[in-house]
DNA sequence: CTCAGTGTTCAGTG
DNA sequence: TCACTGAACACTGA
């Protein structure tokens, strides 16, 4: 679920909810691995009658500011997501009949959250790899405050972009998942990202040409936003993208125009690329 | 039963 | 000290 799109709809649809509401109602689930550092009770009492300001995100985190510090912060590791009773941040499949997942609250919920006109929002996350914590300044500490550029939001200048590729030995793949360099790419997005930009993901970031720097921060720029704006619905995504025939890890996987793809381990991840594309 | 998985962190290595 | 690599984490669902 979560690459910087998800948690851009998260972050549009936990606006709508909750900015100019008081806090009136939060309940924790008592798992002290999702909430890090901070315990139930002094969390709920962090945010119990608070007023939400906005709504911020940088990267893959989330945070409410709100009317008195500290405040809570998000990430949604590889299961969570952001839910309102009408049902979850991302779209639901469409057509499909009421079953598990349209229950409210939704199963593997962590955190709810009631508002002071009935609206209400639940993070919930299976997996529990997401996080949840309170912080006074979140994009002044930890973890926040390490990240690289927001991709969606602060893509650097094409000088400053090669300057942060330079020196760099690991393979491009496992630059574009460095949070510290680009924050909110994730697994499908830099493989998308090289696929347009053809190039081989194995490739050292600092052998790469000019051009080939232009293009990789072009389509860094032009994916994100493409994704943000369908709001993170993948059906919107354009047919082209290699994204809509990745999954699964087929032998005989083929993009849309039927170049196959080949699936390797690059940066410690599944990368599905197209040989004969990018070389 | 086994394995992969949209993410991050940490120990070990060079 | 830094960059990098791979395992570990925790759990579901195919």
Sequence with gaps: MPELPDVEAARLIARRVAVGRRITGVWCAADPIVFEGVSPARFRRALLGRQVLAVRRHGKHLWFALDRRPWPT???????????????????????????????????????????????????????????????????????????????????????????????????????????????????????????????????????????????????????????????????????WLFHDRWGRSAVAVTARGEPIRYDTVGGRTTAWVPIVQR
């Design 74 to 240: 998000f990430h949604f590791g590889m299961t969570g997501g952001l839910h309102t009773p009408s049902g979850p941040s991302v779209k639901l499949v469409s057509s499909r009949r009421r079953d598990r997942r349209d229950v409210w609250p939704p199963r593997f919920t962590k955190l709810r959250v009631t508002l002071d006109d009935g609206g209400e929002v639940a993070l919930a996350d299976a997996r529990r790899l997401g996080r949840i914590r309170l912080r006074h300044d979140p994009p002044r500490e930890p973890p926040i405050s390490l990240l690289g550029f927001d991709a969606l939001r602060q893509l650097p200048s094409p000088a400053r972009f090669r300057g942060l590729l330079r020196g760099r030995s690991a393979p491009i793949k496992a630059v574009l998942l460095d949070q510290g360099f680009a924050a909110g790419v994730g697994n499908w997005i830099a493989d998308e990202v090289l696929y347009q930009a053809r190039i081989d993901p194995r490739r050292r970031a600092q052998t790469l040409s000019e051009a080939e720097i232009r293009r990789l921060r072009g389509k860094i720029g032009s994916v994100v936003t493409t994704a943000v704006r369908a709001r993170s619905d993948s059906d919107r995504y354009p047919r082209t």
